[in-house]
């Protein structure tokens, strides 16, 4: 077992080393408030009801990230694709959209994170409710990439339990 002494030594070496790679804190800019703003404010209209959120964000060839193993992991690229793939066929599975409960937005420069919780009702009747945390770059007010990580067991759930509707 090291002395105390070494563990001191090592931690001033480690400490030395490391802090010049630590960023520096960021005081929010103009740039940081108007981002932070942007996706507030689409967050609060899509929890008052609006069904705009994704052209209000998103930029048309921006790429979004869902992360995880599951089936509905992966890279969407491009707003076009994204919601064909990813949101048109959760949503179709719902007698309810799934509307923000709760959310709170951190920004610092040109990436916000947002940590939402959400609810909805499945076609069958049954409760969907999951936790998020996006993040967005933004690039003149819209998201370019995004990295979203959820529960992908209940969303996948939704996807294999509910038939996509016939047209």
Not at 114 to 119: F, H, K, L
């Amino acid at each position: 077992m090291p002395r105390p002494h070494r563990r001191g030594v090592a931690l001033a070496a480690l400490l030395a080393i490391a802090t010049p790679l630590m960023p520096l804190p960021v005081l929010a800019s103009g740039a940081t408030e108007a981002n932070r703003r942007a996706v507030s404010d689409a967050f609060a209209r899509w929890a008052a009801g609006g069904n705009s959120f994704f052209t209000d964000v998103l930029t048309d060839d921006m790429v979004w990230t869902i992360e995880g193993s599951g089936p509905s992991a992966g890279v969407f690229r491009g707003r076009t694709e994204f919601v064909e793939r990813a949101v048109r066929p959760f949503i179709s599975r719902l007698s309810s959209p799934v509307r923000p409960t709760s959310y709170r937005v951190w920004a610092d420069g040109d990436h916000v994170i947002i940590n939402w919780e959400g609810r909805g009702m499945a076609r069958d009747g049954q409760p969907y409710a999951n936790r998020y945390a996006w993040i967005f770059r933004m690039q003149d007010g819209k998201a370019v990439e995004v990295t979203a990580f959820l529960d992908l067991a209940p969303y996948d759930d939704v996807l294999r339990r509910i038939p996509a509707p016939t047209q």
